[in-house]
């Protein structure tokens, strides 16, 4: 059973940096994608940033050149380095992991003081 555990959320001032990280368990080695979206409230969920199973990213153009996703294999976990933050930035992220079948996190919010 595919398990994703997020980590890194918090409150920061604009400005600032935070990392959130994924660990995930019960996965197969070879794998679509793994990501991050973003929903704020009142809005529909937004893929933030993904990494392919070939190590290829893509970022949303709200977010790119501010924030970076990167894995470890051999920890079987996702980072998302998110620097500069905006008050924009402010919603819960989930992680998420596609094979065959697309698995979600808990989420995990991330506030952003002006």
């Known amino acids: 059973q595919v398990q994703l555990v997020e980590s890194g959320g918090g409150l920061v001032q604009a400005g600032g940096s935070l990392r959130l990280s994924c660990a995930a368990s019960?996965?197969?080695?070879?794998?679509?994608?793994m990501g991050w979206y973003r929903q704020a409230p009142g809005t529909q969920r937004e893929l933030v940033a993904r990494i392919t199973g070939g190590g290829s990213t893509n970022y949303a153009d709200s977010v790119r050149g501010r924030f970076t996703i990167s894995r470890d294999n051999a920890k079987n976990t996702v980072y998302l380095q998110m620097n500069s933050l905006k008050p924009e930035d402010t919603a819960v992220y989930y992680c998420y992991f596609q094979s065959i079948n697309v698995y979600w996190g808990q989420g995990t919010q991330v506030t952003v003081s002006a």
């Open positions: 019960g996965i197969s080695r070879s794998f679509n994608a």
